[in-house]
């Protein structure tokens, strides 16, 4: 599988390749101008990143935007990724009062139409690092799982896109987001 990954300005691309070690890895800056033109990729990660929030930043973040509405390829958004997910299809996004880090337990919101029905059936722990959430899903937008503040795992309606507010890459030892990663993959994978 030919992945491009876009990366955000993640500190943490490393572990993601690590998640990725079967695949051919492209990597590009979310600011390059050449994340539109690249269809012949199979899937397109969306990294996180701090430099910058996704609210009153859509500029600078126009073609990745402009590529999540567009492309009819998988794409898998990371925390900042999981956000230009949301907002490319109408999510709205909250500032919380304070930084969310550490580790967290997410609850599945519905198994019977759920990807992870077969492996998730209590709450399960996750590694996050955030300071924004979906504060309103858009009809685009299914939730899948939710913390304490808010949706952890989106997935769109029609296409293969998936969001992760949380980070699977970190804390595998600790933690099952490299598992829920893995069964996105997978599924992905198979089309």
Known sequence: MDILIIDNGTHHLVKIKELLSESAITIRPYFSDKIESLPF??????????????????????????????INKPIIGICLGFELIAKAFGAKLQKLVMKERGIITIDWL??????????????????ESHKWII??????????????????????KTKPIYGFQFHPELFVDKT?????????FKKISQK
């Open 176 to 184: 099952y987001g490299n598992e829920i990663f893995e069964r996105v």
């Open 110 to 127: 519905d198994h019977r139409s759920n990807i992870f029905k077969d492996s998730f059936d209590r709450p399960i722990k996750v590694y």
């Open 135 to 156: 504060q309103t899903l858009s009809k685009s937008l299914i939730g899948l799982a939710k913390s304490k503040d808010g949706y952890e795992v989106i997935k769109h």
């Open 41 to 70: 990729f199979d899937l397109f990660i969306l990294t996180g990143g701090s430099a910058h929030p996704v609210v009153g930043n859509e500029k600078l973040f126009s073609n990745e935007l402009r590529l999540i509405k567009t």
